[in-house]
C-alpha cells in the first residue's frame, strides 16, 4: 500500500461526466510514480519471505529455497520479470502458482526472452543471444547493410586522446557505445575493442568514431554468436 | 507505423482505444484507487497514456498495449515521496543462474 498521499488527475478521454473536478487518491501504486519500484518490491519480498524463501545477502533480487535433501529452487527477480530454475518439478509447480494467484502473472513457460535476451534450452545446454537487440542496433545506426567486417579492431590500431581528427558527434557515439556495451552481456569477443572506444567520450575524433563503427562491421557479420553454457 | 506519442493520436484507432478501455479496466479492478475532492493546498499529479506495439523476438506482432503512467518526475522529495529504491539483478547473476542450470540440467523457467 501506498505510504504517502498522492493524488493524480484524471487521465484524457476518461475523464467521468459529472466529476470533471474531481482527482483520484491513490492507493497503489501507479507506473511511473517514484515510489512504485520500491513498493512492488517490498511487495514480493515479503511475500516470497512468508513463502518459506531466502534472500541472499549479497544479491537483493535472488531466493533461494529448499525441499527436502536435494532439491532447491532459485529465483531471480528483475522488476515484475521472474526466471526460475528448479531441480525438482514439485518446487515450479509450487511457485508458479504462487506467483499466478497472488500477482496474476501469465505467461510462465519456458524461459525464451528476458531482458532483450534470447535463451534457448536445448537437452542439457543453454544458449544466450542478443540477435534481435543487435540487428536493432544496426538498423538504429543505419548499419544493416554495411560490409562486414572479420574482426572488431584494426591490428595495432593506436587511438589517442587528442588526434587532431576532425570533430565527431559526441551524443551519437555515446549512443553507440551505450549500445554496445550492453551487447557485451552475450558478446565478450567485443568486449576488449569496446572498452577501448568507450575511453575517447570527450574530444572524439572521426578516428575514434571509425573505430566505433569498425565493432559494428564486425557485429553485423556475427549476428548470430552468442554464449553456451 | 510508429507508436502514437500523443493521446490524440491513438484516440483515433480502433485498436488504440481499446488497449485503453483495457488498461483502465485493469486499473480499476485492482483498486488502485478512489475518485476525490482534491484537497486545499495539494497538488494532483498529471497522467499520461504510453503506447507500445509489441512484438517478439520474430518481429510479429503481440499486441497493442496503452499504459498509464504518472509524471513522477513532478513528484516533490518529502512530499509526494520519502524513500525510492529499485531492486535490480545484475546481468551477471542472470548469467550465473544460467550456466548453473545447464550445469545441473535444470529447466529454465
Not at chain 1, 518490491?41 to 533461494?64: A, H
Not at chain 1, 555515446?174 to 565478450?188: A, D, E, K, M, N
Request: some cysteine; charged content about 25%.
Amino acid at each position: 500500500m501506498l505510504q504517502e498521499e498522492v493524488y493524480v488527475t484524471q487521465p484524457k478521454g476518461f475523464v467521468k461526466e459529472g466529476n470533471e473536478t474531481k482527482v483520484y487518491k491513490l492507493k497503489k501504486a501507479l507506473y511511473g510514480l517514484k515510489q512504485a519500484p520500491r513498493m512492488w518490491y517490498s511487495k514480493i519480498d515479503g511475500y516470497l519471505k512468508k513463502k518459506g524463501y531466502m534472500r541472499s545477502e549479497n544479491e537483493p533480487t535472488l531466493y533461494v529455497k529448499k525441499e527436502g535433501k536435494n532439491d532447491f529452487i532459485i529465483i531471480c527477480l528483475y522488476v515484475d520479470d521472474i526466471i526460475y530454475t528448479s531441480s525438482s518439478i514439485f518446487l515450479v509447480h509450487e511457485f508458479k502458482s504462487q506467483m499466478m494467484n497472488e500477482f496474476e502473472m501469465s505467461d510462465m513457460g519456458l524461459l525464451h526472452y528476458f531482458l532483450g535476451l534470447e535463451v534457448y534450452q536445448i537437452e542439457d545446454r543453454i544458449f544466450i543471444s542478443q540477435r534481435k537487440y543487435t540487428s536493432d542496433l544496426l538498423n538504429k545506426f543505419g548499419m544493416s547493410n554495411c560490409k562486414p567486417a572479420a574482426t572488431p579492431m584494426n591490428l595495432n590500431e593506436k587511438l589517442q586522446q587528442q588526434d587532431g581528427g576532425e570533430k565527431a558527434d559526441a551524443k551519437s557515439f555515446r549512443s553507440l557505445v551505450g549500445g554496445l556495451i550492453y551487447l557485451t552481456h552475450t558478446r565478450p569477443d567485443i568486449a576488449f575493442s569496446v572498452g577501448v572506444i568507450s575511453r575517447f567520450m570527450q574530444q572524439l575524433s572521426k578516428l575514434h568514431y571509425g573505430a566505433a563503427k569498425k565493432v559494428m562491421r564486425y557485429i553485423a557479420g556475427t549476428l548470430e554468436y552468442g554464449i553456451w553454457y | 507505423m510508429s507508436d502514437p506519442l500523443y493521446y490524440e493520436e491513438a484516440a483515433e484507432k480502433e485498436e488504440w482505444q481499446k488497449a485503453m478501455v483495457e488498461e483502465m479496466k485493469s486499473i480499476e479492478k485492482n483498486g488502485t484507487w478512489k475518485m476525490v475532492d482534491l484537497p486545499k493546498g495539494k497538488k494532483a499529479i498529471g497522467l499520461k497514456w504510453v503506447f507500445k506495439t509489441k512484438f517478439d523476438a520474430n518481429g510479429s506482432l503481440q499486441k497493442h498495449k496503452a499504459r498509464l503512467v504518472a509524471k513522477g518526475y513532478a513528484q516533490q522529495h518529502g512530499i509526494d515521496f520519502e524513500e525510492t529504491f529499485s531492486p535490480v539483478a545484475c546481468f551477471e547473476t542472470v548469467r550465473l543462474v544460467l550456466a548453473l542450470a545447464a550445469q545441473l540440467q535444470w529447466p529454465v523457467y
